[in-house]
């Protein structure tokens, strides 16, 4: 089991670097093309909501209500039944996503309000705000309708159009970028059209696999379907106990925009980074194993259900911990790398580095939140996330009102610890109610992955000079950032080698 797990876990994780090196290939072109300046800064703030949207919902939102539901039809044996709970789910999920759109766009000055007060003291920017915004909501019902598609093909065991979907994102946004920007008279508009546009694609691209399984929905519009309330009952509470980070970035983009010029890009560009390992792990875990969990549950197996979030959990600290890392000690490399280049410049690149830090620092935190709310979402019990995760998010807030002096970096910081203590009441749970009973072996694994750490960290943090990354050419950055990766990963792997820890250390009981 746990081999298959892995070899689906890699091949959405293969998938999905596809789309986070699309993504690093987007993001530099922006900070390219158009810097850092008033204009990026609402446009960062109006894709902030289509890209809040895509993560809820493409990233597990609609997932953790739907799958457990559609296991129990599946369950029943009756394809037709599953079909009509398909169709019926589809059309009602697209009116309701289709009315939210059309009022978001008329109370967009009024969400770019309260997602950037201070851009109100900026008339143009605002306005810009919510141009930018109205033309890119309508993603919010095409990435709905992807994650319900999406989510049929998972619990299917097809991972692999779900995956690479995301890509065409930033696709779109590349061409866009590249060619329709000198255009228009507003160049960062086009950035928003890219983004309404891939919707429309991503959408297409779900439609001939879904036919494959015999389930390309019929929209039909039923409230009264038992599944479909069932559904809609639990979508809400889904969608914030699996959020809490992203409402938190939200909040952190509100109260940088009352801050200094530049602040809301920094913050961005260092999400960006953190970003990369969340998806290359755990919304691969989490895409893979809940199907298994949702199983798992619906079959009365309670020890093959904890042996799938012990593997999970195992995983995620065996590549978190050295991406962690790599962030804190590789941070300012990483963003020059990437980014500096014409308007974006070396003390971006600082202040970018420090919010990247601060958010490295939460990782694993961000990680386990993912693994961990699935054993009460794969339970349909959504009520514990929802409440685990509003004591975190009014804990983040009291630290970002703390840790107001450091800035920027502040509220990333905040932000991570409101993570890491969101996971730690998860776990805390899960093993009082006896959901989650760990596999022997931990304290070891444990010991064996910081002591490994703890050797990469020593290699990178007295023979990496990062001052001097600023000086180099674009191709000396990219040569030198990739060797020292490799050099940190040889350290690590070769510690735990030497430490004793085996691929079979990783198999499940069940």
Known sequence: MSRRFLKSTLAVSAMTLISRILGFVRDMLIARFFGVDSATDAFFVAFKIPNFLRRLFAEGAVAHAF??????????GSHAGLKGFVDNVAGTLALVLMLITLTGMVVAPLLIFLLA????????QHDLAVQLLQIALPYLLFIGLVALAGSVLNSYGQFAVPALTPALLNICMIAAAIWLAPLLSEPVAALAWGVFIAGIIQVLCQLPALARLGLLPRLRVDFGDLGVRRLMSQLLPAIFSVSVTQINLLLDTLIASLLTVGSVSWLYYSDRLVEFPQGLLGVAIATVILPRLAKDHAADDPIAFSDALDWGLRLVLLVGMPATVGLLLLAEPMLSTLFQYHEFGESDVQLAGRSLKAYAVGLLGYLFVRVLVLGFTARQDMKTPVRYGSYAMLASLVLNVLALPLAHAGLALATSLGALFNAVLLLKKLRQEQVYRPVGGWRLFFLQVMLASSAMSAVLYYFVDVTEWGRWHSVERAVNLLA???????????????????????AMRA
């Open 484 to 506: 020292w990766i490799l050099v940190g990963m040889a350290v690590y792997v070769l510690t735990l080698v030497l430490a004793g820890l085996k691929l079979r250390h990783l």
């Open 67 to 76: 799958v457990p539901i559609l296991e129990g039809y599946k369950k029943q």
């Open 117 to 124: 007060p201070g851009f109100a003291w900026q008339g143009a």
